[in-house]
C-alpha cells in the first residue's frame, strides 16, 4: 500500500495526477486525509529545490549595537552569518562533518597537525579568489590574544598556523582528534585577508551577497552569482532578515504572511500556534541546556554530600513539564545529550528522591537556608523554576532561599561570581570543547569551580584518542564524574521551537534553531 | 481679546523672554548630560562583558576594554564626549563602531515621521473631541466620548497593539502588522507601515488631550464673560469657539506639547511591538550594552525635545495670556 500511495504522491508532485483524485485514491487505500496531506507535501520537497523569491524570517535577538564582525557574533548576526559566510567545515542537517571550503582534511598520526586543502577557484563576494593565506589570516585574527574573539577559546590550543600552497598546516600544542569539528564554530567565517582590513564588510564566499545591514532592524542578502555550490545552497533571490523581538509579533508577522519562517515560539503558546493553518511548528533537539551552578570551592558547596542532597531534591520532570511545556528532555547533571556524537547513553538517569536527598542532606551536616540567585534573563522561566524547585527542596527538608536579581548586569556581577545561582549554556560542537570551556579546572568560565585531576586527564587523554569506541568510554567516565561529584546541577535540555510557513520547503535537521543557527535561509527555497 | 494682549506685550519683552528660556534651557541640558552620564556610571556591569556577552574571556574583555578606552577616568571621558558635542561631533558607538550621528539621523527621522502623522490625526481629533464634548456637556455625547477615550488611554500600549494588529494585520489583512521601514521606501507604502503605530499612538494620548481641553473650557465657561457673549444671543458653538476657547488655549497647548513629547520619547513599547526602528528601541539596545557615548547622545536628544517643546508651550501661554507676560 504504502508504495503504491508513495508512487501516486509523486504523480501529483510530477503533475500528472490532481490533488482532489489522489486524496481520493488515498482515501479508497483506508489512509486518512490528514496523513495523504503530509505524504502530498513530503513528495513535493521531494521534487527538489526551487529557484526565486525572497525568503523571509522574522527573528528574535537582533539589536541595534550589532555588527557584521564575526568575532563579535552573537545569535542574529550570526544567523544572517550563515548566509553570507562561509567557512572550512560544517555540519550537515543530519550531524555529520561536511567539507566546505576545505577540500580535504588530513592529520598526522598524533594528531598534533591538521592539513586542510582549500578548494579552488572558489571566489570572495569582492571577486577575489579564496587562499590557504586567506584562511590562515582569518585563523590568525580569531587567534590573537589582542583579538576579542568569541572564538579565542578554541584557538587556545593552536600553536602555529601556516600556509603551504594550497593546505592549510595547523600545529597543536596538545593533540586532538576532534579538531575539525572545532572549526564549524559560528565565528570561524573565513575573509578576505582574514577580515584584517575591515572586518564588518560582510564579505565572504557564502550563498548571498550582503546588501541591507541595519543592524537591529533588518539585514538582507541577494543570490551570489559565484557561489561555489549552487546546486545545494542559495536558492532564493534575496534572504530578508526583519529583528522581531516581541515573541507576540513574530508570531502574528508569520500569520499573516509577512515572513516565511520564525524562530523562538514560546513554549507556552505552541499549541496555539500549531492550530493555525498553513504553518508547521518544529521542534528540535539540540545540546542548550538550563544549569544550577554550585561553587565547590565555597561553603557549604563545598560538600559533595550537600551537592548531592541538592541534586536529588530536583524534580527533573517537572521542569521539562512546566517551565519546558514539553518542549525538552531531562538532564542527567552533565552537560551532555544525544546531540552530541558519541554520547554516553547508558548511564542512569537520576530523578527526584527527596528521601535520598534528605540523606544526604543529614550527611553533610549543614543546617539553615541556602541562597539561589536568579534573574529572567538567566533562562526563559528562570524565576519560575527557582520557585518550583524550592518547593521540591522542602520536601526534602532542604530550605531554599530565592533572590531575584535584575536582568541587566547578571552575567557580570552574578553569574560565575556569586555561589548559588541559576544560568543557561547553548552547548558546543562536541564533547571535549563542551567540557573544556565549562569543566576544566584551569578554564576561565570554570563557573561550579570544579576541579578533578582525574577529569582533567581524562580529558587530555580523550582529545588525542583516536579509536572512537576508546574516546567513548573516556567521555562515559568523564560524564559519571561530572554528574557525581560536579557543582552543575543539570535539570533539564531546552528545543529550539520554529514556525515555518508551508511555502517552504527543504526545512529540516541541524542542531540549533532554524537548521543550526540559521542555515535554513540558504538551504531552503520557496515552493511556488 | 486675544489681539489686544498681543498688542499690549512689547516686542522687546518677549524677545527677552525667549532668549531667558532657551538659555535656562541649554543650561538645563547640560546638568541632564551631567546627570545621565552619572546615572550610566552607577549601573552594574560593565561595556566589555555587555557587548561580548557570556561567551567572552578574560584577554578578549581586557583587549575590548582597552581598545574602547575604559580604563581612563570617568570625568576624562565625560569632557572628551562634551567637547565633541559642542564642535556636531557625537562619537562612534562602542558596541557597533558606527558613527553615531549617522545612525541616530534615520532614527530619530523615523521617530519624528511617526509622531509627526500620529499628532496629525490625534491633536485635532482631541481638540474638536473636547469642544464637541463641552458643547453637550453632561449629556450622552459628551460621556460616550469621554468615556470611549478614557478606555483607550487606560489600555496599556501593548493591548492596543495587540488588538490592531489581530483585526487589520491577521483577520483582515489590511495594513501590514511590522512597520519596518527603510531609507528610499516610497511614500506610500511608508504610511502604509505606519498606519497601525499611528493609531495606537493616537488611541493613548487622545484622552488626555481630550480631557485636559474639556476642563479647561468649562472651566472658562463660568465666566461672566461667556456669560454676557450666551445673553447676547450668540449660538453655543460661536460662544465656545470665540470667547471660551482662546481664554483656555495656555493649558490646551501646554498638555499638547507633553503629549508631543510623548510621541517622540515614550514609545519604546509600540516600537517593539511594530518592529518600527525608532529611537526608543535603539536606546534600549544601547542601554543594555552600557554604550554610555550613545545613551548620552539619545538623552540628550530626548531631553533636548522636551526641553524646547516646553519652552515653547511656556512662551505661547505667554503669548496667549498677557497678565502671564507682566509678572508682578
Not at chain 1, 93 to 111: F, I, K, Q, T, Y
Not at chain 1, 203 to 220: C, D, L
Not at chain 1, 334 to 342: C, R
Not at chain 2, 186 to 207: D, H, K, N, S, Y
Request: aromatic share 10%; hydrophobic share 45%.
Amino acid at each position: 500500500m504504502s508504495q503504491e500511495l508513495g508512487y501516486l504522491s509523486r504523480c501529483v508532485a510530477a503533475g500528472r495526477l490532481s490533488r482532489r483524485e489522489f486524496l481520493g485514491r488515498a482515501t479508497a487505500l483506508g489512509v486518512s486525509a490528514t496523513f495523504a496531506n503530509s505524504l502530498l507535501a513530503r513528495a513535493a520537497q521531494a521534487e527538489g529545490p526551487v529557484r526565486g523569491g525572497i525568503i523571509k524570517g522574522g527573528i528574535d535577538g537582533g539589536g541595534s549595537t550589532q555588527s557584521l564582525d564575526p568575532a563579535t557574533f552573537v545569535t542574529l548576526p550570526g544567523i544572517f552569518g550563515k548566509c553570507w559566510g562561509e567557512y572550512l567545515v560544517a555540519l550537515t542537517p543530519d550531524g555529520h562533518l561536511e567539507n566546505r571550503l576545505a577540500e580535504e582534511v588530513g592529520s598526522s598520526d598524533d594528531v598534533k597537525i591538521w592539513t586542510f586543502k582549500i578548494r579552488q577557484d572558489v571566489e570572495f563576494h569582492n571577486g577575489k579568489t579564496v587562499t590557504a593565506e586567506d584562511v590562515v589570516a582569518t585563523l590568525e585574527r580569531h587567534s590573537d590574544e589582542k583579538s576579542k574573539s568569541a572564538a579565542l577559546g578554541i584557538m587556545r590550543n593552536i600553536k602555529s598556523l601556516k600556509a603551504d600552497g594550497r593546505d592549510v598546516v595547523i600545529t597543536l600544542k596538545e593533540p586532538d582528534a576532534e579538531l575539525p569539528f572545532l572549526m564549524t564554530d559560528y565565528h570561524l567565517v573565513i575573509q578576505p585577508n582574514g577580515g584584517r582590513d575591515n572586518p564588518a564588510e560582510g564579505i565572504s564566499a557564502g550563498p548571498y551577497k550582503v546588501t541591507v545591514n541595519e543592524p537591529g532592524v533588518r539585514h538582507g542578502g541577494e543570490r551570489f552569482a559565484n557561489f561555489w555550490q549552487a546546486d545545494k545552497m542559495g536558492f532564493a533571490d534575496q534572504v530578508e532578515i526583519i529583528v522581531i523581538n516581541d515573541a507576540t509579533s513574530r508570531i502574528s508577522a508569520l500569520q499573516s504572511g509577512q515572513v516565511h519562517m520564525i524562530n523562538k515560539v514560546e513554549p507556552k503558546v505552541v499549541d496555539f500556534v500549531k492550530r493555525v493553518p498553513n504553518l508547521k511548528v518544529e521542534a528540535v533537539s539540540g545540546p542548550g541546556h538550563y544549569v544550577f551552578i554550585m561553587r565547590c570551592d565555597s561553603a557549604p558547596f563545598d560538600n559533595n554530600d550537600l551537592r548531592m542532597a541538592l541534586k536529588l531534591a530536583m524534580d527533573r520532570q517537572e521542569m521539562v513539564d512546566k517551565i519546558l511545556h514539553g518542549y525538552g528532555t531531562v538532564g542527567n547533571d552533565f552537560p551532555i545529550n544525544a546531540s552530541y556524537p558519541l554520547f554516553p547513553d547508558d548511564i542512569e538517569q537520576r530523578t527526584f528522591d527527596p528521601d535520598q536527598a534528605k540523606h544526604h542532606y543529614k550527611k553533610s551536616g549543614h543546617s539553615g537556608s541556602i541562597l539561589l540567585r536568579t534573574a529572567y534573563s538567566s533562562f526563559p522561566g528562570a524565576v519560575d523554576a527557582a520557585q518550583l524547585y524550592q518547593q521540591s527542596c522542602a520536601k526534602a527538608g532542604i530550605t531554599l532561599d530565592v533572590k531575584r536579581e535584575p536582568d541587566d548586569g547578571y552575567s557580570a556581577e552574578v553569574w560565575n561570581k556569586k555561589p548559588f545561582c541559576t544560568s543557561f549554556w547553548s552547548g558546543r560542537a562536541i564533547q571535549s570543547q563542551m567540557y573544556a570551556t565549562a569543566y576544566l579546572s584551569t578554564a576561565p568560565w570554570n563557573e561550579t569551580r570544579f576541579s578533578n585531576e582525574r577529569f582533567d586527564k581524562l580529558l587530555t587523554e580523550a582529545r588525542a584518542e583516536l579509536d572512537e569506541n576508546k574516546r567513548k568510554n573516556l567521555y562515559r567516565e568523564m560524564a559519571i564524574i561530572v554528574r557525581d561529584e560536579g557543582g552543575t546541577i543539570l535539570p533539564m535540555f531546552n528545543q529550539f521551537i520554529d514556525a515555518i510557513s508551508d511555502k517552504i520547503g527543504g526545512y529540516g535537521g541541524g542542531r540549533g534553531e532554524l537548521m543550526d543557527g540559521g542555515y535554513a535561509f540558504s538551504r531552503c527555497w520557496l515552493t511556488a | 481679546m486675544l489681539a489686544d494682549g498681543l498688542i499690549r506685550a512689547p516686542m522687546s519683552h518677549i524677545v527677552r523672554l525667549i532668549v531667558q528660556r532657551v538659555s535656562l534651557g541649554v543650561l538645563l541640558l547640560v546638568a541632564v548630560s551631567v546627570l545621565i552620564f552619572a546615572g550610566t556610571q552607577i549601573l552594574p556591569g560593565d561595556v566589555a562583558q555587555a557587548i561580548l556577552g557570556q561567551s567572552a574571556t578574560p584577554e578578549s574583555l581586557a583587549n575590548l576594554r582597552e581598545q574602547l578606552g575604559l580604563n581612563d577616568p570617568a570625568f576624562i571621558r565625560y569632557f572628551r564626549w562634551l567637547g565633541g558635542v559642542v564642535t556636531g561631533d557625537l562619537g562612534t558607538a562602542m558596541s557597533s563602531g558606527q558613527d553615531i550621528a549617522t545612525s541616530i539621523k534615520g532614527r530619530l527621522w523615523n521617530t519624528l515621521f511617526l509622531a509627526f502623522w500620529a499628532a496629525v490625526v490625534a491633536v485635532p481629533l482631541a481638540i474638536i473631541l473636547g469642544l464637541i464634548a463641552v458643547r453637550y456637556r453632561n449629556g450622552w455625547v459628551d460621556k460616550l466620548i469621554s468615556g470611549l477615550a478614557l478606555a483607550s488611554t487606560s489600555f496599556p500600549e501593548f493591548f492596543i497593539g495587540y488588538v490592531l494588529v489581530y483585526f487589520f494585520a491577521v483577520k483582515y489583512q489590511i495594513f501590514p502588522g511590522i512597520s519596518t521601514v527603510y531609507d528610499g521606501m516610497p511614500f506610500g507604502e511608508r504610511m502604509q507601515a505606519i498606519m497601525l503605530p499611528a493609531a495606537a499612538l493616537t488611541l493613548v494620548v487622545l484622552a488626555h488631550m481630550m480631557r485636559m481641553t474639556r476642563a479647561a473650557i468649562l472651566n472658562v465657561m463660568q465666566s461672566a464673560y461667556v456669560e454676557t457673549a450666551e445673553l447676547k444671543g450668540l449660538s453655543a458653538f460661536a460662544v465656545i469657539r470665540r470667547h471660551a476657547f482662546p481664554n483656555a488655549i495656555a493649558p490646551i497647548i501646554n498638555v499638547v506639547m507633553l503629549n508631543l513629547a510623548y510621541l517622540i520619547v515614550g514609545v519604546v513599547v509600540v516600537e517593539v511591538i511594530f518592529v518600527y526602528p525608532g529611537m526608543g528601541q535603539y536606546l534600549v539596545d544601547h542601554v543594555t550594552k552600557r554604550d554610555v557615548p550613545v545613551v548620552q547622545a539619545v538623552g540628550l536628544i530626548f531631553a533636548a525635545v522636551y526641553i524646547s517643546l516646553n519652552i515653547i508651550a511656556d512662551i505661547a501661554a505667554i503669548v496667549a495670556n498677557p497678565r502671564l507676560g507682566h509678572p508682578k
